[in-house]
């Protein structure tokens, strides 16, 4: 997951880096940031260092970016090598974090956990051009967290108007490096939940989930036939 910080807080402390904004930040929880809606998501660590993902696109947006800008990768995987190849080839290696695959919540290990680090975020991208759902910027949303994407479903099948602070980006490291310049020139902004992640959060899926089941077991035994359909 690609994020950006700006200079409004810091140089991120390297034993506890943020997320990944290309703002500068310190990174360290903030204790009055949202908790996504509805509560817990689901257990799970972070994995963006695979093949399509495009976080290279950050790496390079990040070159063009000032000094007090720095980019925070929280996850693993195989392109992590090819990624840290490219971060000292463009002379960035300063200002980017590799956190390592972490976890959604706290169970033990060393380091923040996922909910911290979304924290320390100052916005979120993820270059990413082609997503199943687009997870990871959901949850940014929940946080009030602004959100540059490539391509993420969730948002794009929610009204526009519920999907405030986030935007979509088409191109390339200029591109993305334009759109985090304006979204730090805009200054920091509440860090409200967005509307599209009530749309996805637990309770309301749990409650829709629900809602199907006494549907069905509402309906009278003698208008289904033995293999469950409906007889009318």
């Given amino acids: 997951m690609g994020r950006a910080r700006s200079p409004h807080r810091g140089r991120p402390e390297r034993h506890r880096p943020g997320p990944l904004p290309l703002r500068p930040g310190a990174a360290r929880a903030h204790p009055a940031a949202p908790r996504p809606a509805g509560g ?17 696109v950050l790496v390079h947006a990040l070159a063009r970016l000032p000094d007090d800008h720095w980019l925070l990768l929280v996850g693993g995987g195989p392109e ?34 996922l909910p911290s680090l979304m924290s320390a975020m100052d916005l979120l991208a993820s270059p990413s ?16 967290l602004p959100v540059l994407y490539a391509s993420c479903p969730a948002i794009e099948d929610a009204a526009p108007s519920a999907a405030a602070g986030a935007r979509r980006v088409r ?62």
């Fill in 80 to 113: 992590e090598h090819l990624l840290r190849r490219t971060v000292s080839e463009v002379g960035v290696t300063g200002r980017v974090l590799f956190t390592g695959e972490r976890p959604y919540g706290l169970d033990g290990s060393p380091g923040p956990d």
């Fill in 40 to 56: 817990r998501v689901r257990r799970r660590r972070r994995r963006p260092a695979r093949p399509g993902k495009r976080f290279d």
């Fill in 171 to 232: 191109g390339g490291p200029e591109a993305y490096a334009r759109a985090i310049a304006e979204v730090r020139a805009a200054g920091l902004r509440p860090r409200t939940a967005s509307e599209v992640a009530q749309r996805y959060s637990i309770t309301r899926s749990t409650a829709r989930l629900m809602d199907v089941y006494a549907a069905a077991v509402s309906r009278s035994p003698s208008s289904l036939s033995p293999l469950g359909a409906s007889t009318s």
């Fill in 129 to 144: 051009a082609e997503e199943a759902f687009g997870l990871a910027a959901v949850e940014a949303l929940a946080s009030g």
